[in-house]
């Protein structure tokens, strides 16, 4: 099983980013999908979920109207669409699959700077 993120980076507020993961090793469109981010010295949190389908999808408050989580089962990728970046943005963001069982990726980092 592997979850491989890519495209975190360094970006000024307000900017975007557009994380991206592709999965292989397990039936990806039977799992569903979500984005996590932990920043130093926090716990990791639950930022997106899309099901297995892509016919439901759940955001924390903290990034509703920012962020857009989406899938692609043709392709096994889901991705994170992330606008209006602020400074508490910045994180460890981690691609998650859960069937179950969860698996993780290795984590891409996001900071949003000035």
């Known amino acids: 099983v592997q979850l491989v993120e890519s495209g975190g980076g360094l970006v000024q507020p307000g900017g975007s980013l557009r994380l991206s993961c592709a999965a292989s090793?397990?039936?990806?469109?039977?799992?569903?999908m979500s984005w996590y981010r932990q920043a130093p010295g926090k716990e990791r949190d639950l930022v997106a979920t899309?099901?297995?389908?892509?016919?439901?999808?759940n955001y924390a408050d903290s990034v509703k109207g920012r962020f857009t989580i989406s899938r692609d089962n043709a392709k096994n990728t889901v991705t994170l669409q992330m606008n209006s970046l602020k400074p508490e943005d910045t994180a460890v963001y981690y691609c998650?699959?859960?069937?179950?069982?969860?698996?993780w990726g290795q984590g891409t980092q996001v900071t949003v700077s000035s």
């Open positions: 090793g397990f039936t990806f469109s039977r799992f569903a």
């Open positions: 998650s699959a859960y069937g179950p069982p969860r698996y």
């Open positions: 899309i099901s297995s389908t892509g016919g439901s999808i």
